[in-house]
């Protein structure tokens, strides 16, 4: 279904438009997209349901991270035609297995920030103890520049070895990582997309 060193076009959806770039959710130039959407929303407010319907209709293929603990609105994503959905590594395990039993289509979602580079101890044996519980796919997100190559240097190679890696950096684009092999895809800035 995935082939390695793929690329996905990253947007953060606000309204009906994509950003960067300032495309509509109806864009015919997502037709030739990998596209993956960042749903940033306030707790307690539902997902966009016509807007994923549309984007799910105008993306070549879909990854929704709907900034969810939940696994029922990752299962919503799905049924409206989402290809990949994103799931907070930090949700509680039966959310977790719930999901992963629902479909082969989630992605387990680590937001990396500073805090997690100087005690990383937590959040790898997290990921370790996880690796067992759910598929193999995740996906790491960054906001600040340079702390994805930081992190992926520290990462021990049993953890590096147990996913197949997404990477979203801050940056925006691809960087330079050792051990690429494990590297599934790229999320980065949707506005290179757009001609």
């Known amino acids: 279904m995935f082939m390695p060193d793929e690329t996905w076009s990253r947007f953060v959806l606000s309204g ?3 950003i960067p770039g300032e495309l509509q959710v109806n864009d015919p130039a997502l037709s030739r997209m990998d596209t993956m959407v960042e749903i940033r929303r306030p707790d307690n407010v539902s997902l966009p349901i016509e807007v994923l319907k549309q984007l799910s209709r105008s993306c070549q293929r879909l990854l929704v991270d709907p900034h969810t603990f939940d696994h029922q609105e990752l299962i919503d994503c799905l ?10 590594h930090r949700s509680d395990i039966k959310q977790l297995e719930l999901a992963h039993a629902s479909s082969a289509n989630i992605v387990v979602k680590l937001e990396l920030d500073q805090s997690m580079l100087s005690e990383p ?3 790898l044996s997290l990921l370790e103890s996880l690796s ?9 997100k960054t906001r600040m520049p ?19 890696w997404i990477m979203a950096p801050a940056e925006g684009e691809r960087i330079t990582l050792p051990h690429r092999n494990r590297i599934h895809s790229w999320a980065i800035s949707g506005d290179l997309f757009i001609k």
């Open 16 to 18: 009906t438009n994509l």
């Open 79 to 88: 049924m409206l035609g989402s290809t990949l959905v994103c799931i907070d």
């Open 121 to 123: 101890e937590e959040h």
């Open 132 to 140: 067992s519980h759910v598929g193999d796919l995740i996906m790491v």
């Open 146 to 164: 340079g702390i994805l190559e930081e992190w992926w240097l520290i990462l021990p190679r049993r953890i590096r070895g147990a996913w197949k």
